[in-house]
C-alpha cells in the first residue's frame, strides 16, 4: 500500500508521517513491513524517529508492506511518485495563522543553524552556515513571506489536482486540518475537500 502525505510548506506533515508508521506498526498484521520516505532526500537525520529516510525510495513497492512517503510536490511535476501510483492521500491544512505559529519553531532552527530552505532540487540548504548570523534573517524572513502570499494560490492548485485523483481512484482524500500546539501539530479530519 502506498501512502501519501502531502499539502504545503512547514505544516506538520513529518510529525504526520512519524505517527502513522507508529500507528501501522502497532497492527499485527503490519508489523515490520512499514516503511517510510521523505521526498525531500535529505542527507542527515532530523529527527531520532528518521534513521531509515537515508535509504533510497524503492522502484519496486511489495503489496504486502506499507510505504508512507511525504512529498511536499506530490500534486507537481516533480513529484517523486505520480499521484496515480498512491492508494491513499492525506492533505494537510492550516489557517494562516496557525501556518505562522508552525514557521516560528522553524525560524529559530534555522536562524541557529545558519541554513534554511531546504531546496531537494539542488540537494542544499540556502543560508551563509553561520549559526546566530543577522545576514541569514532576511532570506528566512523572505521565505515566511512568500508562503503567505502564495499559500492560497498553491493550495487551490494542489486541491485541484487531489480531486482529479479522486474521481480517477474513486477514492476519498483524507483531509486533516492541523493546529500547532506546544507539544507539537494536532490533526483534525475535515470531511470533504472544498
Do not use: C
Not at 507508529?22 to 513491513?33: C, I, N, P, Q, S
Not at 532570506?139 to 503567505?148: A, P, T
Request: proline share 4%; net charge positive; hydrophobic share 40%.
Amino acid at each position: 500500500m502506498l501512502i501519501l502525505i502531502t499539502g504545503i510548506g512547514i505544516v506538520g506533515k513529518s510529525t504526520l508521517r512519524r505517527q502513522k508508521k507508529a500507528l501501522f506498526e502497532t497492527l499485527d498484521a503490519y508489523k515490520d513491513k512499514v516503511e517510510h520516505y521523505d521526498a525531500d532526500k535529505f542527507r542527515e537525520i532530523r529527527h531520532p524517529l528518521d534513521q531509515d529516510l537515508l535509504s533510497k525510495l524503492p522502484y519496486i513497492f511489495p503489496s504486502d508492506k506499507v510505504f508512507i512517503i511525504e512529498d511536499i510536490h506530490a500534486t507537481k511535476n516533480n513529484a517523486i511518485l505520480p499521484l496515480g501510483k498512491y492508494d491513499m492521500i492525506t492533505y494537510i491544512r492550516v489557517s494562516t495563522f496557525a501556518q505562522i505559529l508552525f514557521w516560528l519553531p522553524r525560524i529559530k532552527r534555522w536562524w541557529a543553524r545558519g541554513q534554511y530552505s531546504w531546496e531537494a532540487e539542488t540537494n542544499r540548504f540556502k543560508g551563509n552556515g553561520r549559526p546566530y548570523s543577522l545576514a541569514n534573517i532576511p532570506g528566512i524572513m523572505k521565505e515566511l513571506f512568500r508562503d503567505i502570499r502564495n499559500r492560497r494560490k498553491w493550495i487551490k492548485e494542489d486541491l485541484r489536482k487531489l480531486r482529479a485523483w479522486e474521481k480517477s481512484k474513486g477514492n476519498k482524500v483524507e483531509i486533516l486540518k492541523a493546529s500547532w500546539t506546544w507539544s507539537g501539530p494536532v490533526y483534525m479530519s475535515v470531511l470533504e475537500l472544498d
